[in-house]
């Protein structure tokens, strides 16, 4: 999509803090972009470091400049189209302090809700990007493309989204050791919602409406948690009877998510939870569960529990006692209540 060029204003705003006539510019399209080294954020989450799975817009503005104020909706509109392919615009202000830019920022509300950014008290960004590239004006747009090079120099409303697009579907740059650690720490309430609705379906006997929700959150899971429907979807062919392509999910489960042995255990879980699980079913949760238990892993104290509550199932109630005290020692805070009245049952005679 091209958005059309409008007449620009004739005078552009001067900068206030770049005298002289520039000389022959020293920062160009294709050149790497400076570090964002902002004095202060007024609004959003700050920007230290220029990330390759993302395109950045850096608009140089002031509250006093009418082109500027004049832009500011289009350059919102072009943020809020785009930030969810990656796009991060930030408006970086220019010879103003913080409560000037904050106030300002807060009056336009909805119409700027980008990051907005404050220089600091020697004008670094500025004397960086304007002064270097040889801009003597304002509103001034740079756009920096995933592999933290300058795609684009000039006015923002003569940015075409064109170009932006084109340079939000190349490919990411970004380390794959940063994609990792970058990657959520927990799912979204949204995944939760969508597992634990699936969960109550399949406990409920509701085959069919679990395969639904199960389809929608494997369609919508973070990639760090897509085993998440695998898991669900094991549980699903166990209880229809299917235990062939319940045990085949479980074994490429464990396959694509080996680290710590954690989605093997939580496979292994499920086989030696559901009722009606066969000998055959219980023989292949312990081969998944046993190897969580070579080491002192997130997983290892479930582990012994699923070997656990295997061996009570299959008639070797004081084996699983044993593997119960194994999975004790090694609980965590947080899991060592439940492995403790595990334990205990185990000791009455009982299944927890």
């Not at 294709?30 to 609004?43: I, L, N, R």
């Not at 919508?220 to 229809?240: C, D, N, Q």
């Not at 009877?241 to 694509?256: I, S």
């Not at 238990?293 to 290892?300: E, K, M, R, V």
Request: aromatic share 6%; charged share 25%.
């Amino acid at each position: 999509m091209m958005v059309p060029r409008l007449i620009l204003p004739l005078c552009l705003c001067l900068l206030a803090m770049i005298t002289g006539t520039p000389a022959s510019a020293a920062l160009k399209v294709g050149d790497a972009a400076p570090a964002p080294k902002v004095g202060s954020w007024a609004q959003g989450e700050a920007v230290t470091k220029f990330e390759g799975d993302k395109v950045y817009i850096v608009e140089f503005w002031a509250t006093w400049c009418g082109p500027c104020v004049q832009a500011i909706p289009h350059i919102n509109e072009i943020s809020e189209r785009h930030k969810d392919a990656g796009l991060v615009v930030i408006g970086q202000n220019l010879g103003e302090d913080e409560a000037t830019v904050k106030g300002f920022v807060k009056k336009m509300g909805s119409k700027m809700k980008y990051r907005v950014a404050v220089d600091d008290a020697a004008g670094t960004m500025g004397k960086t990007w304007l002064k270097a590239a040889g801009q003597n004006g304002i509103p001034c747009a740079f756009v920096v493309n995933k592999k933290g090079r300058i795609a684009y120099i000039g006015h923002p409303m003569a940015l075409e989204e064109e170009l932006l697009e084109k340079l939000l579907a190349e490919p990411s740059t970004k380390p794959a050791e940063e994609e990792k650690s970058a990657a959520p720490s927990a799912p979204s309430a949204r995944t939760m919602d969508l597992a634990g609705r699936a969960k109550g379906f399949l406990q409920a006997g509701r085959l069919d409406e679990a395969g639904e929700l199960i389809t929608t959150l494997n369609k919508e899971v973070e990639p760090a948690f897509a085993y998440l429907g695998g898991i669900l979807e094991m549980e699903r062919l166990l209880r229809s009877g299917d235990a062939a392509a319940a045990l085949e999910t479980g074994k490429l489960l464990a396959a694509d998510f080996p680290a710590d042995g954690v989605v093997g255990t939580m496979a292994a879980e499920v086989m030696a939870t559901v009722d009606g699980a066969d000998a055959a079913i219980l023989e292949k949760a312990a081969v998944l569960a046993r190897p969580a238990t070579l080491d002192s892993g997130p997983a290892t104290s479930t582990a012994f529990g699923v070997l656990a509550r295997i061996a009570f199932r299959i008639g070797k109630a004081d084996e699983a006692v044993e593997l119960q005290k194994k999975a004790v020692a090694a609980a965590s805070p947080g899991e060592k209540p439940a492995a403790t009245a595990a334990l205990d049952a185990y000791q009455k005679g009982r299944l927890p």
